[in-house]
């Protein structure tokens, strides 16, 4: 039926492929368990009690919901390496059985994708018809927009057709898919934030969502930055986006902890190189310049300075 459906090609049987492709696709999901996701934050996200929070209870109450009125849309926003894209992989791996190598999910990274202003209505047109396609032959699609901040604003227009209430664009509901925007906005604001407390000797792990209002400090920050690809946009004005997450700047417990898991990765034995970790963890460089409480660049090449000590 299915090859006589392609070569006769009429608009109907076509349809009945195209329903019977999704489905044999549902076998790429693993079977969603909240459980699993909890404990997969809890070992391997470092530092970040506030993201493992939202994106847990989040991710759970959208994966276990059957008739979902939206599409999830989450924004994380940190300086560099302290866990984005890192984040959106753990999702991806508690979703399809292939994780992040799945073929649905799908990641687009503006200066990469999207890289000459000139051809930003091409642009539009492609990732409309992706983004659509996808959907179409698979619900249950994963999209990343990394480097969301430098998103050509009339693109950022293009997604938020996808991101609405119970909308369907050409006959497709969008209302079982992902979105996860990825950028530094935001992130000299969380810093500061997180700074503050520390400055005034408080416990890390007090610092919540709220505190300080800090997602309206966000909200408020990506909004008015010219150079963001949020700039008065309307994601933000029509609350399509349901969480903005906010990344802290990691510490240098964080990092040694990071360097650990880079070791294991690599074999290296704990017991032969007890201090490598702490030495390692100590030759990234920490702001403020005086206190040195935070990495610069949170984890981010790690496991290139532990290989130069493995070398020697
Ligand atoms: N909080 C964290 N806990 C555990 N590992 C982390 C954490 N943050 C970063 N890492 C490690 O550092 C690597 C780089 O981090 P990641 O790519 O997620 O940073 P990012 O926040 O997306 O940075 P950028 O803004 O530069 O893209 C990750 O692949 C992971 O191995």
């Avoid at 990274?109 to 539009?124: A, C, T």
């Avoid at 290296?268 to 490598?276: E, K, N, R, T």
Wanted: aromatic share 12%; proline share 4%; glycine share 4%.
């Amino acid at each position: 039926f299915i090859i006589e459906s392609l070569v006769c090609g009429s608009a109907a049987a076509v349809a009945v492929v195209g329903v019977w492709y999704a489905w044999s696709q549902w076998d790429n999901v693993l079977h969603f368990d909240h459980k699993r996701l909890e404990k997969d934050l809890n070992e391997n996200l470092y530092g970040q009690h506030i993201v493992w929070k939202v994106v847990q209870k989040a991710v759970s109450s959208f994966m276990t919901d059957s008739n979902p009125n939206k599409p999830l849309v989450l924004s994380f926003h940190g300086t560099t390496g302290v866990g984005k894209n890192y984040v959106s992989k753990i999702i991806a791996r508690n979703i399809y059985k292939l994780g992040d190598k799945s073929e649905h999910f799908i990641t687009f990274i503006s200066e990469h994708h999207f890289p000459h202003k000139d051809k930003v209505d091409m642009y539009s047109a492609q990732l409309k018809e992706k983004i659509h396609q996808h959907v179409l032959r698979f619900p249950r699609t994963m999209f990343v927009f990394d480097e969301m901040d430098k998103m050509n604003p009339q693109l950022v227009e293009t997604v938020k057709p996808f991101l609405d209430y119970a909308t369907h664009v050409d006959g497709v509901s969008f209302r079982h898919a992902i979105f996860i925007f990825l950028s530094n906005a935001g992130g000299d604001v969380i810093n500061k934030i997180a700074l503050d407390f520390w400055k005034a000797g408080k416990n890390r792990e007090e610092l919540q969502m709220n505190s300080k209002e800090m997602e309206t400090q966000i909200l408020r920050n990506i909004f008015n930055d010219k150079s963001s690809g949020f700039w008065h946009s309307s994601l933000i004005d029509r609350h399509l986006v349901d969480h903005f997450v906010p990344f802290l700047p990691l510490e240098l417990k964080h990092v040694r902890q990071c360097v650990l898991t880079e070791m294991a990765s690599l074999n290296i034995s704990v017991h032969h190189y007890p201090d490598l970790a702490d030495t390692v963890a100590r030759e990234m460089p920490f702001f403020p310049s005086d206190e040195k409480i935070f990495s610069v660049k949170g984890c981010k090449s790690v496991r290139q300075k532990l290989m130069l000590y493995v070398d020697d």
